[in-house]
């Protein structure tokens, strides 16, 4: 594993990030890896992206990096929808979503150059969403929304059709659900 303090090399560091990707339960931050491996962050990004041309399901998330499983997929429900509110309303919308048994997948925005934007993002729960919003806050990054005066798109994720429903029907409450008449 590196702990001598040796760099653990080329594809023997990419078949053993894989692995513990296949092995978590939890997404694994670029840090994380590089510390294991004794290599850089940046090391570890140009592995994931050389992983990724290699068809590997791996998803960056704004909580580290996971492996997509598929049997999962097979056991949810996803729906699209559209959205709109202010930067100070993103925790109330992901409270609104967690709270109703649903899993934020990703979000897109649609910008005039580049067209569709989309990052995943896979909160499920108040923690991972407090996660999510002191990441924002630390990096003073902007929100994608804020390109589209607050319009959005998320596919949410749940594993019934009726906590589907009770997700838009909180959201629509909330006045975040863009009106589809």
Known sequence: MGQDGAKI??????LLILQWLKESDKPL??????K???VSRQVIVQDISLLKARNEPIIA???GYILFNAERKELRLERVI???????????ELYTI???GGTVKDVTVEHPLYGDLTASLFVSNRLEADQFLSKLSVTNASLL?????GVHL???EASSQSQIEAVCRALKDQGFLLNQD
Do not use: M, Y
């Open 36 to 38: 294991r491996t004794n």
């Open 29 to 34: 931050t670029g840090s994380d890896l590089s």
């Open 154 to 156: 998320h596919t949410i």
């Open 82 to 92: 559209a959205c709109q509110h202010s930067p100070e309303d993103t925790k109330n």
């Open 145 to 149: 929304s804020e390109l589209t005066s």
């Open 61 to 63: 998330t704004s909580q």
């Open 98 to 100: 967690v709270d109703n």
């Open 9 to 14: 090399l080329g594809e023997n560091r990419r």
